[in-house]
Nanobody
Framework: QVGLMESGGGSVQSGGSLQLSCAVSIPQGRRYCLAWFRQALGKEPEGLASLTEYNQPTSAPSVKGRFTIDENNAKTNIYLYMNDLKVEDTAMYFC???????????????????WGPGTQVTVSS
């Protein structure tokens, strides 16, 4: 059974920072991949960053240098550290998971079978 629950979203001004958290419950003993996606109104989901079960991160070129994925030692939470936020970062942010290898780059949304309910991030100018 896989459980994912995001928190930490909110409203911030352009140039500000936010830290998103995701409480993760995932069976151990299998290869898995965790990632963050976002979806803005009227747009397709966009992959931001992924993390293997060995804590090997990958960031999408569109957010590299501003967004960082990490996890705690107990592997019960992953995080998305977001800096220098822009108005165009406004979206619903999702923690997602799949069993097996992480896709090349972050991969497409339909590669991930498990999604949390999401947390809203709103950036104002």
């Amino acid at each position: 059974q896989v459980g994912l629950m995001e928190s930490g979203g909110g409203s911030v001004q352009s140039g500000g920072s936010l830290q998103l958290s995701c409480a993760v419950s995932i069976p151990q003993g299998r290869r898995y991949c965790l990632a963050w996606f976002r979806q803005a109104l009227g747009k397709e989901p966009e992959g931001l960053a992924s993390l293997t079960e060995y804590n090997q991160p990958t960031s999408a070129p569109s957010v590299k240098g501003r967004f960082t994925i990490d996890e705690n030692n107990a592997k019960t939470n992953i995080y998305l550290y977001m800096n220098d936020l822009k108005v165009e970062d406004t979206a619903m942010y999702f923690c997602v998971a799949k069993f097996g290898y992480c896709p090349a780059g972050v991969g497409e949304a339909d590669a991930y079978a498990y999604w949390g309910p999401g947390t809203q991030v709103t950036v104002s100018s």
